[in-house]
């Protein structure tokens, strides 16, 4: 407990306490999360068996990390979760900036308070979390806002400029004996990367030219997107050759991770009714994602970020919310037709290589929206058992949906189609077992007829014509 730990330096040495670097800490509290079967990020899907033995070697090699990877795929929440890896708490000198080492002080103020207080020297712990630091490379970040500065006002009380008293300390000795992380690594601009080059392999820092040296204790992580994506800046070369391990992460590699990872980040937690989502919705949303990452008009060196999935999952399901609260349905039951307002919530998430004329980005999420409800229909259906229904487009006949209708019209509206509500009624039973209350199964019947009939559509066996709020196909 916090109230038994040792208080002076004298209390520190009598309880056995040894020094040890962050990154041994670090090795050592990896170790025994791996031999106690423990996962080292237990809510990060997909990287079991590719990302994460990576970074274990790094720790394991006492590495400094740069996480390598296109938007969205996690690398600050892995980051940030690298504190679990540190103590619960480790001592300082109290009042020290720089976390200063019990034993080995860094700093001349610790220093000075040490060969002043001997044993008696006052002693106070910082928790893990107080250890990590982060900031967002940004080109006006300065070496003083990292390393440190001269503080004029402690220069104008009598100290001389070269008095380690007169420094103000920056971003990277206040963390010392912790983690330092710096996002977007290659927006920060080639001088001050090459500030960072002492930092990393001497382990050292030099403030204004003077010769104070601070031997940090530290362990660097940083983040960035491939170096050639689009204009933005580099990783300069000696830079990264001072980065011990370069970690590549990637999006998932198939569409059930992708699916686990949308139900685990989305906010899908709604009072507007039960909420059921079919599984064929899940997987068009997910499939959207994908299509768009294989797109030739789309900037593959940006990315499509996991993000855009999991929006686009709270913008279908809040369209079916709002459906059951105009209707007053108990049941949230997205269906296709909700998939129109997937558009909002993938704008601004794909980048174009095409003419970014008002408009293109739309016609680009509609296609690849129908190709992914194609992709989908045809795991799931095979268009050609419904010729009957077909045929009776072929007569002259259609039929009119919308994404505000109740699920009582849309099954009066089917029942006119042959063989549609027979096997609507069948799907809906296969991909939503678990529905036995009759409303549910009222509305999740509907959904699956509009999923037949927008896969029919999408076969080219339908066509169909959209205005706001309603769909009608027909032949």
Not at 126 to 150: C, S
């Amino acid at each position: 407990m916090a109230t038994e730990r040792p208080r002076t330096l004298g209390d520190l040495r009598a309880s056995g306490y040894r020094m040890e670097s962050v990154k041994d800490e670090m090795r050592r509290n990896l170790i025994a999360t791996i031999q106690a079967g423990r996962p080292l990020f237990p809510d990060i899907l997909g990287y079991e068996e590719t990302v994460v033995p990576q970074i274990q070697n790094a720790i394991l090699s006492r590495h400094d990390i740069l996480f390598l990877g296109l938007r969205g795929q996690a690398k600050t929440r892995m980051l940030r979760q690298l504190v679990h890896l540190l103590d619960d708490a480790m001592p300082i000198i109290a009042g020290s900036e720089v976390n200063d080492h019990p034993y080995a002080p860094l700093s001349k103020e610790a220093r000075d308070r040490v060969a002043a207080g001997g044993d008696a020297t006052p002693i106070a712990w910082v928790g893990r979390d107080a250890r990590y630091q982060e900031k967002l490379a940004t080109p006006d970040v300065t070496i003083a806002d990292l390393i440190g500065e001269i503080d004029m006002i402690k220069h104008a009380e009598g100290r001389y400029l070269s008095n380690e008293l007169t420094m103000h300390f920056g971003l990277i000795p206040r963390t010392n004996r912790g983690i330092f992380c710096i996002n977007e690594l290659p927006d920060l601009s080639p001088k001050i990367q090459v500030g960072l080059f002492n930092v990393l392999e001497e382990r050292d820092v030099q403030i204004r030219g003077y010769p104070i040296r601070l031997t940090l204790d530290l362990c660097m992580v940083f983040s960035a997107n491939p170096e050639d994506y689009t204009n933005r800046g580099r990783i300069v070369t000696p830079l990264k050759d001072r980065i011990g391990s370069v970690v590549r992460t990637h999006y998932p590699l198939t569409r059930e991770l992708g699916i686990a990872i949308s139900d685990q980040n989305a906010w899908l937690d709604r009072t507007g009714g039960e909420l059921a989502i079919p599984i064929y919705v899940k997987e068009i949303i997910e499939e959207i994602s994908r299509l768009a990452r294989s797109s030739s008009h789309v900037n593959q060196q940006s990315g499509v970020s996991v993000r855009m999935s999991i929006a686009n999952l709270e913008n279908v399901v809040s369209n079916s919310e709002r459906r059951a609260l105009l209707c007053g349905e108990r049941w949230i039951v997205p269906r296709v037709s909700d998939l129109a307002h997937v558009a909002t919530s993938s704008r601004g998430k794909l980048e174009l290589t095409m003419s970014e004329d008002d408009g293109n980005e739309d016609k680009l999420i509609s296609r690849i929206v129908d190709e992914a409800v194609k992709n989908v229909f045809a795991q799931h259906l095979d268009a050609r058992e419904f010729r009957a229904a077909v045929g009776y487009f072929e007569s002259g006949n259609g039929i009119e949906m919308g994404d505000t209708l109740p699920a009582q019209e849309v099954l009066s509206r089917i029942e006119k189609v042959p063989h549609l509500r027979k096997r609507a009624d069948e799907f809906a039973r296969q991909v939503q077992p678990e529905l036995t209350d009759s409303d549910a199964r009222d509305i999740s019947v509907a959904a699956a007829a509009e999923f037949i009939l927008e896969g029919l559509h999408v076969h080219n066996k339908l066509n169909k014509s959209s205005k706001a709020g309603s769909t009608s196909y027909k032949r």
